[in-house]
Protein backbone atom coordinates (compact mmCIF):
# COMPACT_ATOMS: atom_id res chain seq x y z
CA UNK A 1 0.00 0.00 0.00
CA UNK A 2 3.22 2.20 0.65
CA UNK A 3 3.83 2.22 -2.92
CA UNK A 4 0.48 2.91 -4.61
CA UNK A 5 0.17 6.58 -5.24
CA UNK A 6 -3.34 6.44 -5.46
CA UNK A 7 -2.85 5.63 -1.37
CA UNK A 8 -0.17 8.62 -1.24
CA UNK A 9 -2.88 11.16 -3.07
CA UNK A 10 -5.85 10.21 -0.54
CA UNK A 11 -3.42 10.60 2.09
CA UNK A 12 -2.42 14.33 0.51
CA UNK A 13 -5.99 15.41 -0.01
CA UNK A 14 -6.75 13.98 3.91
CA UNK A 15 -3.97 16.48 4.77
CA UNK A 16 -4.84 19.50 2.88
CA UNK A 17 -8.65 19.52 4.02
CA UNK A 18 -7.26 19.78 7.93
CA UNK A 19 -4.34 21.98 6.79
CA UNK A 20 -6.96 24.12 5.08
CA UNK A 21 -9.10 23.83 7.92
CA UNK A 22 -7.29 24.66 11.08
CA UNK A 23 -4.15 26.94 9.60
CA UNK A 24 -6.15 28.30 6.96
CA UNK A 25 -2.92 31.06 6.47
CA UNK A 26 -0.56 28.82 6.25
CA UNK A 27 -2.84 27.11 3.54
CA UNK A 28 -3.37 29.80 0.94
CA UNK A 29 0.15 29.92 0.47
CA UNK A 30 0.30 26.16 -0.12
CA UNK A 31 -1.97 27.01 -3.30
CA UNK A 32 1.27 27.92 -5.42
CA UNK A 33 2.38 23.74 -4.93
CA UNK A 34 -1.04 22.83 -6.54
CA UNK A 35 -1.07 25.31 -8.94
CA UNK A 36 2.65 24.19 -9.95
CA UNK A 37 1.85 20.88 -10.24
CA UNK A 38 -0.13 21.49 -12.58
CA UNK A 39 1.14 23.87 -15.16
CA UNK A 40 4.20 21.14 -15.29
CA UNK A 41 1.12 18.50 -16.17
CA UNK A 42 0.31 20.90 -18.53
CA UNK A 43 3.93 20.84 -20.83
CA UNK A 44 3.12 17.62 -21.34
CA UNK A 45 -0.44 18.04 -22.84
CA UNK A 46 0.42 19.07 -26.51
CA UNK A 47 2.96 16.84 -27.20
CA UNK A 48 1.25 13.81 -25.99
CA UNK A 49 -1.94 15.11 -27.95
CA UNK A 50 0.38 15.55 -30.74
CA UNK A 51 2.51 12.08 -30.60
CA UNK A 52 -0.74 10.05 -30.16
CA UNK A 53 -2.98 11.37 -32.95
CA UNK A 54 0.01 11.70 -35.26
CA UNK A 55 1.48 8.32 -34.74
CA UNK A 56 -2.44 6.58 -34.37
CA UNK A 57 -3.66 8.41 -37.76
CA UNK A 58 0.08 7.28 -39.87
CA UNK A 59 -0.88 4.28 -39.00
CA UNK A 60 -3.89 3.76 -39.86
CA UNK A 61 -4.91 2.18 -43.27
CA UNK A 62 -8.16 4.34 -44.12
CA UNK A 63 -8.05 7.78 -43.69
CA UNK A 64 -11.71 7.81 -44.07
CA UNK A 65 -12.10 5.85 -41.01
CA UNK A 66 -10.36 8.94 -39.18
CA UNK A 67 -13.25 11.50 -40.60
CA UNK A 68 -16.01 8.72 -39.44
CA UNK A 69 -14.50 8.90 -35.92
CA UNK A 70 -14.24 12.28 -35.65
CA UNK A 71 -17.78 12.85 -36.83
CA UNK A 72 -19.35 10.10 -34.74
CA UNK A 73 -17.64 11.96 -31.83
CA UNK A 74 -19.11 15.07 -32.31
CA UNK A 75 -22.75 13.93 -32.51
CA UNK A 76 -22.01 11.59 -28.99
CA UNK A 77 -20.56 15.11 -27.55
CA UNK A 78 -24.16 16.62 -28.64
CA UNK A 79 -26.53 14.47 -27.73
CA UNK A 80 -24.70 13.50 -23.98
CA UNK A 81 -24.16 16.73 -22.98
CA UNK A 82 -27.65 17.66 -24.21
CA UNK A 83 -28.66 15.05 -21.93
CA UNK A 84 -26.66 16.35 -19.03
CA UNK A 85 -28.03 19.85 -19.56
CA UNK A 86 -31.53 18.27 -19.25
CA UNK A 87 -31.05 16.42 -16.38
CA UNK A 88 -29.76 19.54 -14.39
CA UNK A 89 -32.86 21.05 -14.88
CA UNK A 90 -35.07 18.34 -14.34
CA UNK A 91 -33.48 17.89 -10.98
CA UNK A 92 -33.50 21.22 -9.99
CA UNK A 93 -37.11 21.36 -10.38
CA UNK A 94 -37.89 18.49 -8.33
CA UNK A 95 -35.62 19.72 -5.62
CA UNK A 96 -35.82 23.06 -5.86
CA UNK A 97 -32.41 24.22 -3.89
CA UNK A 98 -32.92 27.26 -4.89
CA UNK A 99 -35.62 27.76 -2.35
CA UNK A 100 -34.07 28.23 0.69
CA UNK A 101 -33.31 31.19 2.50
CA UNK A 102 -31.42 34.24 1.85
CA UNK A 103 -29.37 34.14 5.48
CA UNK A 104 -25.68 33.82 5.18
CA UNK A 105 -25.55 34.16 1.66
CA UNK A 106 -23.03 36.95 1.20
CA UNK A 107 -23.00 38.51 -2.00
CA UNK A 108 -19.69 39.34 -3.79
CA UNK A 109 -18.48 41.21 -6.27
CA UNK A 110 -19.30 38.93 -9.18
CA UNK A 111 -18.27 41.75 -12.30
CA UNK A 112 -14.88 40.86 -13.23
CA UNK A 113 -16.71 37.23 -14.51
CA UNK A 114 -19.70 38.60 -16.14
CA UNK A 115 -17.81 41.77 -17.94
CA UNK A 116 -18.20 39.80 -21.23
CA UNK A 117 -21.49 38.82 -20.96
CA UNK A 118 -22.94 40.57 -23.83
CA UNK A 119 -19.83 39.63 -26.16
CA UNK A 120 -21.61 36.50 -27.46
CA UNK A 121 -19.50 33.40 -28.73
CA UNK A 122 -16.44 34.58 -30.93
CA UNK A 123 -15.68 31.19 -32.60
CA UNK A 124 -12.07 33.13 -33.96
CA UNK A 125 -11.22 34.09 -30.31
CA UNK A 126 -12.64 30.87 -28.79
CA UNK A 127 -10.03 29.06 -31.14
CA UNK A 128 -6.92 30.88 -30.66
CA UNK A 129 -7.58 30.78 -26.83
CA UNK A 130 -7.70 27.12 -26.83
CA UNK A 131 -4.50 25.83 -27.13
CA UNK A 132 -5.16 22.01 -27.38
CA UNK A 133 -7.74 22.35 -30.11
CA UNK A 134 -4.82 24.17 -32.10
CA UNK A 135 -2.35 21.43 -31.32
CA UNK A 136 -5.50 19.04 -32.18
CA UNK A 137 -5.95 20.12 -35.35
CA UNK A 138 -2.37 20.10 -36.42
CA UNK A 139 -1.86 16.70 -35.30
CA UNK A 140 -4.54 15.66 -37.49
CA UNK A 141 -3.08 17.58 -40.51
CA UNK A 142 0.34 15.99 -39.88
CA UNK A 143 -1.09 12.58 -39.27
CA UNK A 144 -3.12 12.82 -42.52
CA UNK A 145 0.07 14.25 -44.82
CA UNK A 146 2.62 11.52 -43.40
CA UNK A 147 -0.51 8.93 -44.14
CA UNK A 148 -0.77 9.92 -48.12
CA UNK A 149 3.15 10.04 -47.92
CA UNK A 150 3.35 6.66 -47.34
CA UNK A 151 4.50 6.63 -43.73
CA UNK A 152 8.16 7.59 -44.01
CA UNK A 153 9.96 4.68 -42.28
CA UNK A 154 12.50 7.81 -40.49
CA UNK A 155 10.21 10.05 -39.29
CA UNK A 156 7.88 7.34 -37.60
CA UNK A 157 10.26 5.78 -35.76
CA UNK A 158 11.76 9.41 -34.64
CA UNK A 159 8.35 10.00 -33.36
CA UNK A 160 7.90 6.63 -31.88
CA UNK A 161 11.07 6.84 -29.70
CA UNK A 162 9.81 10.77 -28.81
CA UNK A 163 6.53 9.21 -27.71
CA UNK A 164 8.59 7.37 -25.42
CA UNK A 165 10.45 9.46 -24.03
CA UNK A 166 7.42 12.04 -22.86
CA UNK A 167 5.81 9.30 -21.68
CA UNK A 168 8.60 7.87 -19.52
CA UNK A 169 9.01 11.43 -18.60
CA UNK A 170 5.19 11.60 -17.80
CA UNK A 171 5.30 8.73 -15.25
CA UNK A 172 7.79 10.17 -13.21
CA UNK A 173 6.13 13.65 -13.15
CA UNK A 174 3.10 11.44 -11.77
CA UNK A 175 4.60 10.84 -8.69
CA UNK A 176 4.53 14.31 -8.02
CA UNK A 177 0.82 13.90 -7.41
CA UNK A 178 0.04 13.82 -3.71
CA UNK A 179 2.22 17.10 -3.89
CA UNK A 180 -0.41 19.16 -6.17
CA UNK A 181 -3.42 17.04 -4.65
CA UNK A 182 -2.60 18.91 -1.41
CA UNK A 183 -1.85 22.15 -2.69
CA UNK A 184 -4.35 22.08 -4.38
CA UNK A 185 -7.25 20.99 -1.63
CA UNK A 186 -5.25 23.13 1.35
CA UNK A 187 -5.86 26.29 -0.96
CA UNK A 188 -9.16 25.83 -1.45
CA UNK A 189 -9.93 25.15 1.75
CA UNK A 190 -7.91 27.64 3.41
CA UNK A 191 -9.57 30.44 0.94
CA UNK A 192 -13.11 30.03 1.40
CA UNK A 193 -13.04 27.49 4.37
CA UNK A 194 -15.37 25.27 5.22
CA UNK A 195 -18.30 27.26 6.78
CA UNK A 196 -19.22 28.75 3.13
CA UNK A 197 -20.81 25.62 2.38
CA UNK A 198 -23.20 25.59 5.23
CA UNK A 199 -25.79 28.55 3.55
CA UNK A 200 -25.94 26.94 0.12
CA UNK A 201 -25.33 22.94 0.79
CA UNK A 202 -28.79 22.21 -0.44
CA UNK A 203 -27.25 23.44 -3.83
CA UNK A 204 -23.91 21.45 -3.29
CA UNK A 205 -25.51 18.42 -2.96
CA UNK A 206 -27.91 18.61 -5.16
CA UNK A 207 -25.21 18.70 -7.80
CA UNK A 208 -23.21 16.21 -6.10
CA UNK A 209 -26.23 13.90 -6.28
CA UNK A 210 -26.71 14.79 -9.51
CA UNK A 211 -23.16 14.00 -10.90
CA UNK A 212 -23.74 10.75 -9.26
CA UNK A 213 -27.09 9.84 -11.20
CA UNK A 214 -25.75 11.13 -14.68
CA UNK A 215 -22.36 8.72 -13.89
CA UNK A 216 -23.83 5.81 -13.02
CA UNK A 217 -27.28 6.12 -14.55
CA UNK A 218 -26.98 7.64 -17.87
CA UNK A 219 -22.71 6.75 -17.99
CA UNK A 220 -23.40 3.73 -16.41
CA UNK A 221 -26.15 2.28 -19.24
CA UNK A 222 -24.07 3.62 -22.37
CA UNK A 223 -20.94 1.15 -21.06
CA UNK A 224 -23.52 -1.20 -20.33
CA UNK A 225 -24.37 -0.93 -23.95
CA UNK A 226 -20.51 -1.36 -24.74
CA UNK A 227 -20.23 -4.17 -22.64
CA UNK A 228 -18.05 -2.59 -19.88
CA UNK A 229 -19.09 -1.94 -15.88
CA UNK A 230 -18.71 1.59 -14.58
CA UNK A 231 -17.69 0.51 -11.52
CA UNK A 232 -14.42 -1.00 -13.14
CA UNK A 233 -13.66 1.62 -14.83
CA UNK A 234 -13.49 4.03 -12.71
CA UNK A 235 -11.57 1.71 -10.38
CA UNK A 236 -9.25 1.74 -12.93
CA UNK A 237 -8.85 5.58 -13.74
CA UNK A 238 -8.97 6.05 -9.46
CA UNK A 239 -5.47 7.79 -9.49
CA UNK A 240 -6.94 9.98 -11.88
CA UNK A 241 -9.96 10.87 -10.31
CA UNK A 242 -8.17 11.55 -7.14
CA UNK A 243 -5.90 13.84 -8.78
CA UNK A 244 -8.60 15.80 -10.35
CA UNK A 245 -10.06 16.03 -6.66
CA UNK A 246 -7.15 17.65 -5.34
CA UNK A 247 -6.43 20.10 -8.18
CA UNK A 248 -9.63 20.62 -9.71
CA UNK A 249 -8.13 20.28 -13.04
CA UNK A 250 -9.35 17.86 -15.25
CA UNK A 251 -6.50 19.11 -17.57
CA UNK A 252 -4.04 17.62 -14.76
CA UNK A 253 -5.01 14.32 -15.75
CA UNK A 254 -5.16 14.38 -19.30
CA UNK A 255 -2.22 13.12 -20.51
CA UNK A 256 -2.32 10.26 -17.71
CA UNK A 257 -6.01 9.34 -18.95
CA UNK A 258 -4.87 9.14 -22.76
CA UNK A 259 -2.09 6.62 -21.96
CA UNK A 260 -4.52 4.47 -18.99
CA UNK A 261 -6.98 4.44 -22.23
CA UNK A 262 -4.56 2.91 -24.42
CA UNK A 263 -3.41 0.44 -22.16
CA UNK A 264 -7.14 -0.41 -21.53
CA UNK A 265 -7.50 -1.27 -25.03
CA UNK A 266 -8.72 1.52 -27.17
CA UNK A 267 -6.34 2.78 -30.08
CA UNK A 268 -4.46 5.50 -30.59
CA UNK A 269 -6.03 7.29 -32.93
CA UNK A 270 -9.50 7.02 -31.54
CA UNK A 271 -7.86 7.80 -27.79
CA UNK A 272 -6.36 10.56 -29.68
CA UNK A 273 -9.08 12.56 -31.26
CA UNK A 274 -12.03 11.82 -28.81
CA UNK A 275 -10.18 12.96 -25.42
CA UNK A 276 -8.70 16.18 -26.89
CA UNK A 277 -11.83 17.38 -28.58
CA UNK A 278 -13.97 15.85 -25.78
CA UNK A 279 -12.09 18.37 -22.99
CA UNK A 280 -13.71 21.38 -25.20
CA UNK A 281 -16.60 19.60 -26.05
CA UNK A 282 -18.27 17.03 -24.03
CA UNK A 283 -18.04 19.02 -20.51
CA UNK A 284 -20.95 16.38 -18.93
CA UNK A 285 -20.58 17.77 -15.15
CA UNK A 286 -20.15 21.43 -17.28
CA UNK A 287 -23.26 21.48 -18.20
CA UNK A 288 -24.82 19.91 -15.53
CA UNK A 289 -23.72 22.67 -12.86
CA UNK A 290 -24.61 25.50 -15.64
CA UNK A 291 -28.12 24.32 -15.82
CA UNK A 292 -28.66 23.65 -12.42
CA UNK A 293 -26.85 27.29 -11.71
CA UNK A 294 -29.55 28.96 -13.73
CA UNK A 295 -32.64 27.06 -12.33
CA UNK A 296 -31.26 28.17 -8.70
CA UNK A 297 -31.05 31.56 -9.14
CA UNK A 298 -34.83 31.61 -10.78
CA UNK A 299 -35.60 29.93 -7.98
CA UNK A 300 -33.72 32.79 -5.96
CA UNK A 301 -35.28 35.15 -7.01
CA UNK A 302 -38.81 33.51 -8.23
CA UNK A 303 -38.75 33.58 -11.32
CA UNK A 304 -41.19 31.39 -12.90
CA UNK A 305 -39.78 30.03 -16.18
CA UNK A 306 -42.12 28.92 -18.77
CA UNK A 307 -41.16 26.03 -20.42
CA UNK A 308 -40.05 28.01 -24.16
CA UNK A 309 -37.73 29.88 -22.20
CA UNK A 310 -36.61 26.36 -20.61
CA UNK A 311 -35.63 25.31 -23.51
CA UNK A 312 -34.25 28.42 -25.08
CA UNK A 313 -31.71 27.92 -21.74
CA UNK A 314 -30.73 24.36 -22.88
CA UNK A 315 -30.41 25.88 -26.46
CA UNK A 316 -28.27 28.85 -25.52
CA UNK A 317 -25.91 26.17 -23.33
CA UNK A 318 -26.03 23.69 -25.81
CA UNK A 319 -23.60 27.00 -27.72
CA UNK A 320 -21.78 29.13 -25.02
CA UNK A 321 -21.07 26.33 -23.37
CA UNK A 322 -18.47 25.30 -26.21
CA UNK A 323 -17.90 28.87 -26.67
CA UNK A 324 -16.21 30.03 -23.70
CA UNK A 325 -14.12 26.68 -23.35
CA UNK A 326 -10.61 26.90 -22.53
CA UNK A 327 -11.36 30.40 -21.52
CA UNK A 328 -10.64 31.00 -17.58
CA UNK A 329 -13.37 31.86 -15.19
CA UNK A 330 -15.36 30.38 -18.26
CA UNK A 331 -18.03 28.78 -16.24
CA UNK A 332 -19.20 32.44 -14.85
CA UNK A 333 -18.71 33.80 -18.78
CA UNK A 334 -21.10 31.33 -19.61
CA UNK A 335 -23.87 31.94 -17.44
CA UNK A 336 -23.61 35.75 -17.40
CA UNK A 337 -24.12 35.27 -21.18
CA UNK A 338 -27.17 33.05 -20.87
CA UNK A 339 -29.02 35.23 -18.19
CA UNK A 340 -28.42 38.30 -20.31
CA UNK A 341 -29.76 36.23 -22.95
CA UNK A 342 -32.96 35.21 -21.10
CA UNK A 343 -33.48 38.99 -19.36
CA UNK A 344 -35.24 37.06 -16.82
CA UNK A 345 -32.89 36.79 -14.07
CA UNK A 346 -30.29 39.39 -12.36
CA UNK A 347 -27.04 39.04 -13.08
CA UNK A 348 -26.22 40.22 -10.10
CA UNK A 349 -26.97 36.66 -8.75
CA UNK A 350 -23.45 35.27 -9.62
CA UNK A 351 -22.55 36.38 -6.33
CA UNK A 352 -24.09 33.67 -4.43
CA UNK A 353 -23.07 31.17 -6.75
CA UNK A 354 -18.78 32.62 -5.96
CA UNK A 355 -18.27 31.13 -2.34
CA UNK A 356 -19.11 27.69 -3.44
CA UNK A 357 -18.49 27.55 -7.25
CA UNK A 358 -14.05 26.16 -6.00
CA UNK A 359 -15.75 23.67 -4.08
CA UNK A 360 -18.28 22.43 -7.11
CA UNK A 361 -15.37 22.42 -9.45
CA UNK A 362 -13.90 19.26 -8.27
CA UNK A 363 -17.45 17.71 -8.96
CA UNK A 364 -17.81 18.88 -12.66
CA UNK A 365 -14.18 18.13 -12.71
CA UNK A 366 -14.33 14.63 -12.15
CA UNK A 367 -17.50 14.04 -14.06
CA UNK A 368 -15.74 15.79 -17.58
CA UNK A 369 -13.20 13.12 -17.07
CA UNK A 370 -15.47 10.12 -16.73
CA UNK A 371 -17.63 11.58 -19.46
CA UNK A 372 -14.23 11.77 -21.60
CA UNK A 373 -13.06 8.45 -20.89
CA UNK A 374 -16.51 6.62 -21.61
CA UNK A 375 -16.66 8.71 -24.80
CA UNK A 376 -13.55 6.96 -26.10
CA UNK A 377 -14.19 3.49 -24.73
CA UNK A 378 -17.68 3.50 -26.74
CA UNK A 379 -16.42 5.03 -29.66
CA UNK A 380 -13.42 3.02 -30.37
CA UNK A 381 -15.87 -0.17 -29.23
CA UNK A 382 -18.17 0.97 -31.96
CA UNK A 383 -15.07 1.28 -34.73
CA UNK A 384 -13.51 -1.94 -33.61
CA UNK A 385 -10.57 -0.04 -32.72
CA UNK A 386 -10.62 -1.72 -28.62
CA UNK A 387 -8.77 -4.49 -28.17
CA UNK A 388 -8.56 -5.49 -24.52
CA UNK A 389 -4.78 -6.57 -23.76
CA UNK A 390 -4.70 -10.70 -22.93
CA UNK A 391 -3.84 -9.98 -19.26
CA UNK A 392 -7.00 -7.62 -18.69
Same mark, same amino acid.
Given at each position: MLSNLTFWVLIAVTIGVLVGHYLPATAIKMGVIGTTFVDIIKLFIPPVIFLTIVLGIAGMESLAKVGRIGLKAVVYFEVVTTLALVIGIVVAHVIQPGRIARQGLIPQDSSKYTNHADSGIEWGKFFMSNFTLQVLLVSIITGIILAMYNRPPIILNFLKKASGFVFTGLRWVMYLAPLGAFGGMAFTVGKFGLHTLIPLA???? &???????????GVLGSIM?????????? !?? +?????LL?? @?? /???? *?????????? !? *??????????????? /??????? %?? &???? !??????? @???? +? %??? !???????????? @???????AAGVTGSGFIVLASTLTALHRIPLEGLAFLLGVDKFMSEARAITNLIGNGVATVVIAKSEGEFVKPKDG
Open positions: KLML &TVYCTMFIFIFRYAKENIWKF !LG +YIKEEIV @LG /TSSS *EAALPSLISK !L *ERMGCSKPVVGLVVP /TGYSFNL %DG &TSIY !LSMAIIF @LAQL +Y %DVQ !LSMPEIVSIIGI @LMITSKG
